[in-house]
Structures are given as C-alpha cells and as structure tokens.
C-alpha cells in the first residue's frame, strides 16, 4: 500500500507562484514514475505532468508546458510540482499518483494510488 499526501495549494493572485508537494510512503517511492492531475469544478480529471522514477524524463499537458515543472527528491520520498504565471484557469484540485511502471505515465489507467487533492484557487 501506498498513501499519497498533497500539500502546498492555496489561493493566489494571476501571475503568482506555487509549489506543491507529494509525501509518500508505503511501497518503495523511488521505484514509481509519479504524476501530477487536476480536477476544475464540473470538469474530469486531467493530466498535469509525470516524472520517470529517477527524475530524468519529464512530461507536460500543453497547458503548463513553461510554466509548470515537476521534480522528485527520492530519498525524501517527496515529489514537487512548481507552478509559475498561475492564471484562473489553473483553479483544481490537484492530486498527485504513484504509477505501477518506472517510466513517465500519462494515462490515468496506469496509476495505482492516488493523494486525497490540494486546492489551488487563482483569482483574477
């Protein structure tokens, strides 16, 4: 078993920052590609950015590509997702995942655990 906790989210201003973080513990975290989704009021679930177990590959929705960047530090167990130039279409909950493979993962299938979500709020 995995437990996935988020933190980091608030509310904040067009143009601002954020930095959220991922603290997992359970199931070796080091092994798992990680990734980051978001959920908007009446919206599903999307795909933010993921990480490959070692950190070397990344990925982004176009969306956040240059202005989003996901990291890890493994032997804190800690995944990160700073968010840059935040506008109001980036208000969700956001939910970091431990994927059942090494590699980056895009699809939501190939995640097994999933954190109970942060909320971030951007205000015009």
């Known amino acids: 078993q995995v437990q996935l906790v988020e933190s980091g989210g608030g509310l904040v201003q067009t143009g601002d920052s954020l930095r959220l973080s991922c603290a997992a513990s359970g199931r070796t975290f080091s092994n798992a590609g990680m990734g980051w989704f978001r959920q908007a009021p009446g919206k599903g679930r999307e795909f933010v950015a993921a990480?490959?177990?070692?950190?070397?590959?990344?990925y982004y929705a176009d969306s956040v590509k240059g202005r989003f960047t996901i990291s890890r530090d493994n032997a804190k167990n800690t995944m990160y997702l700073l968010m840059n130039s935040l506008n109001p279409e980036d208000t969700a909950v956001y939910y970091c995942?431990?994927?059942?493979?090494?590699?980056?993962?895009?699809?939501?299938?190939?995640?097994?655990?999933w954190g109970q979500g942060t909320q971030v709020t951007v205000s015009s």
């Open positions: 995942a431990a994927a059942r493979v090494t590699r980056v993962a895009v699809n939501r299938n190939e995640y097994d655990y």
């Open positions: 990480i490959s177990w070692n950190g070397d590959s990344t």
